[in-house]
């Protein structure tokens, strides 16, 4: 398998959403994130006005995961590798990446918001890779992390 790595632009938009809504877990459909204000265009926008910074993963010309990081806020939005590719590294080094750029940006302490639910793999996950739940919670019910240390 030959992953390829490299920024996100508007091509990737149509294949993000299908990513997004194929996970093996915290699946999300396309509708139920219109529903919440993500749109097409909203993405697209957010990409040419640079507000967002993306990354995908392609095996061959196919997107298989992908995270997107808020520019202005510091916040990494979404971060998703498709059932067949878990556990191979794919979502260390997107995540690792975006965090690399929102630091760049100037947010020393990139966050983002994730399933309290121990039983999901994100949960470990983050806690792997150094990342602190602050006890905030959102309205949903996701718990606020926020990256401590080098990573
Ligand atoms: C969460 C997710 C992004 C992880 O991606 P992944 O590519 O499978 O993760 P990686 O293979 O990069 O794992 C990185 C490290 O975390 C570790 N890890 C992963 N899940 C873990 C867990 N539940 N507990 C402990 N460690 C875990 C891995 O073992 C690996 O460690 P290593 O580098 O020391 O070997 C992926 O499972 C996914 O897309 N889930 C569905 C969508 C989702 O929930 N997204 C996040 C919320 S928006």
């Given amino acids: ?3 390829l790595y490299r920024q996100a632009d508007y091509r ?20 139920r994130l219109a529903e ?4 097409h265009s909203s993405i697209v926008e957010g990409f040419e006005l640079g507000q967002l ?16 990081g808020d520019i202005e806020s510091g916040e990494v939005l979404v971060l998703a590798v498709l059932p067949n590719y878990e556990g191979k590294g794919i979502g260390r080094q997107l995540l690792g990446r975006v965090v690399e750029e929102l ?8 966050w983002l918001a994730a ?3 121990a039983a999901v793999r994100a949960h470990g996950f983050y806690r792997r890779l ?19 240390g080098p990573n």
């Avoid at 993963?57 to 995270?67: E, H, P, R, T």
Wanted: with cysteine; proline share 4%.
């Fill in 1 to 3: 398998m030959k992953l």
């Fill in 53 to 68: 910074y993306g990354r995908v993963c392609l095996d061959g010309k196919a997107v298989i995961g992908f995270c997107i």
């Fill in 103 to 110: 630091k760049e940006q100037g947010h020393h302490a990139p």
């Fill in 130 to 148: 150094g990342w602190v739940p602050t006890g905030q919670m959102l309205e949903n019910g996701d718990e606020i992390l926020v990256l401590d």
């Fill in 12 to 31: 990737d938009v149509d294949a993000l959403f299908e990513v997004r809504s194929k996970t093996r877990e915290n699946p999300i459909s396309k509708a």
């Fill in 115 to 117: 399933d309290r639910n």
């Fill in 36 to 39: 919440m204000g993500i749109t």
